[in-house]
């Protein structure tokens, strides 16, 4: 979609617009330029990262909410490095499956100097017992001291892994 078509999908009473992808910042001018439009309009906008390409000054100093989520080996298969700016991110995510992945979310955080209270885990949503995996995610954090915030997807808690469109 071109800049103007995703502006024209986007009612004037939302409050919060997410840009979101793949990877956003693989088309860093076109979500700057989509970013100052939405702005204007007066809508928040909060970008989703993985944090591997650092953003322009101008587009870091223009975005409200940077969610930087970096994948680790065990879930992704990789682990991505951190190009991000620590400090100007609003909070980081990981996606947790087992309980190594938390192991590693904290050397992760430990090696690019990530304040643990920046930190969000929320379990493996494909998981068709997601309460469970919740469950099991909240149990691995406080076994580890407690360090991270764990969060649901509420929209796995609400419908499921069925797609809304």
């Known amino acids: 979609m071109t800049v103007s078509e995703v502006l024209h999908e986007v009612p004037d009473d939302v409050e919060l617009v997410t840009i979101t992808g793949g990877e956003p910042l693989l088309q ?3 979500v700057e330029e989509l970013t100052r439009e939405l702005k204007e309009r ?5 970008v989703e990262t993985n944090g591997t390409i650092r953003p322009s000054l101008s587009l ?9 989520s970096p ?19 609003s909070y980081f995510k990981f996606v947790i499956a087992q309980f190594e992945d938390m192991v590693a979310a904290m050397a992760y955080c430990d090696r690019y100097g990530i304040p643990y209270d920046k ?3 929320q379990p493996n949503g494909l998981r068709s017992d997601y309460v469970n995996a919740l469950r099991e995610l ?7 001291g407690g360090p991270f915030r764990v969060l649901p997807q509420l929209h796995r808690l609400i419908w499921g892994r069925r797609r809304r469109r």
């Open 28 to 30: 860093a001018v076109e």
């Open 42 to 46: 007066g809508h928040a906008v909060l």
């Open 60 to 68: 870091l100093r223009i975005v409200d909410i940077w969610s930087v």
């Open 71 to 89: 994948k680790l080996e065990g879930f992704a298969g990789f682990e991505s490095p951190l190009r991000f700016p620590v400090e100007d991110a």
């Open 119 to 121: 930190v969000i885990v």
């Open 138 to 144: 909240a149990e691995w954090n406080l076994a580890l």
